[in-house]
């Protein structure tokens, strides 16, 4: 008995300590980053290495981005598992988007074709926007020309008709930041890069990021302090 108690202890601390440092798993709370990403699809994300324009990443609400959603209730023991990793987080405190701009990135909707530019170059989102029957969603409804600022990055989901993401908080108030900074989530509130969908199986595969990405040059100026959002007053 003594030697089994050793051996679940030691398995507690090393999926703590995975959870902590190398890995964790999420559910899919809701419709904003579909076809990519479905409703209760289990999204393992990694933590070791770091992400870049394209991938998709799960961060803390940067401030306001939830509203008053209530989370799912689970028991004493689910919530300890859930806490060592053995379970996925259930928190609506994380949210799940795809990086579009990084700082100095000067992201824009859009040009004459339609799509999103980073630094002048359109991004080709064939690959990823929500589609249906033939039909897929424009990259944005929204116009909007920003510089996203030092230390944090420009998000949009794949669903951009459900997707409250940035392009929403761009004039959003703040008690201790300038009207329309949280629309832009700083880096130190990523938890990591998303890379595959473990479950259901059916939907298991793994989350690359698109090509369009490697064409986007790096920026030309040092990123601001403060974003730089035009028009003033952009609202989803």
């Given at each position: 008995?003594?030697?089994i108690?050793?051996?679940v202890?030691?398995?507690?601390?090393?999926?703590?300590?995975?959870r902590?440092?190398?890995?964790?798993?999420?559910?899919?709370?809701?419709g904003?980053?579909?076809?990519?990403?479905?409703?209760?699809d289990?999204?393992v994300?990694?933590?070791?290495?770091?992400?870049?324009?394209?991938?998709?990443?799960?961060f803390a609400?940067p401030?306001?981005?939830?509203?008053?959603s209530?989370?799912?209730?689970?028991?004493?023991?689910?919530?300890?598992?859930?806490?060592?990793g053995?379970?996925?987080?259930?928190?609506?405190?994380?949210?799940?988007k795809?990086?579009?701009?990084?700082?100095?990135?000067?992201?824009?909707?859009?040009?004459?074709?339609?799509?999103?530019?980073?630094?002048?170059?359109?991004?080709?989102?064939r690959?990823?926007l929500?589609?249906?029957?033939?039909?897929?969603?424009?990259?944005?409804?929204?116009?909007?020309?920003?510089?996203?600022?030092a230390?944090?990055?420009?998000?949009?989901?794949?669903?951009?008709?459900?997707?409250?993401?940035?392009?929403?908080?761009?004039?959003?108030?703040s008690?201790d930041?300038?009207?329309g900074?949280?629309a832009?989530?700083?880096?130190?509130?990523?938890?990591?890069r998303?890379f595959?969908?473990?479950?259901?199986l059916?939907?298991?595969h793994?989350?690359?990021?698109?090509?369009?990405?490697?064409?986007?040059?790096?920026?030309?100026?040092?990123?601001?302090?403060?974003?730089?959002?035009?028009?003033?007053?952009v609202?989803?």
């Amino acid at each position: 008995m003594k030697e089994i108690i050793v051996v679940v202890v030691g398995a507690i601390i090393v999926s703590s300590l995975l959870r902590a440092f190398v890995g964790q798993m999420f559910i899919i709370p809701s419709g904003s980053m579909e076809n990519t990403l479905r409703i209760g699809d289990r999204v393992v994300v990694q933590k070791i290495t770091d992400f870049h324009r394209g991938d998709v990443v799960v961060f803390a609400d940067p401030g306001g981005w939830m509203g008053d959603s209530a989370p799912e209730e689970r028991s004493p023991i689910g919530q300890f598992f859930e806490f060592v990793g053995v379970l996925p987080d259930t928190s609506t405190e994380h949210l799940i988007k795809r990086v579009i701009g990084m700082p100095g990135d000067t992201v824009v909707c859009c040009d004459s074709k339609g799509r999103i530019t980073v630094n002048d170059q359109p991004l080709d989102e064939r690959s990823y926007l929500y589609s249906e029957e033939n039909i897929r969603v424009d990259p944005s409804d929204i116009r909007f020309r920003v510089v996203v600022p030092a230390g944090r990055i420009f998000v949009m989901g794949d669903h951009r008709d459900a997707s409250a993401d940035s392009r929403c908080h761009l004039s959003d108030l703040s008690r201790d930041q300038a009207a329309g900074m949280v629309a832009f989530v700083p880096i130190d509130l990523v938890v990591g890069r998303a890379f595959a969908v473990a479950t259901p199986l059916e939907h298991a595969h793994f989350l690359d990021t698109p090509k369009t990405f490697a064409q986007v040059p790096p920026p030309s100026k040092p990123a601001p302090s403060r974003a730089v959002i035009k028009p003033k007053g952009v609202t989803c």
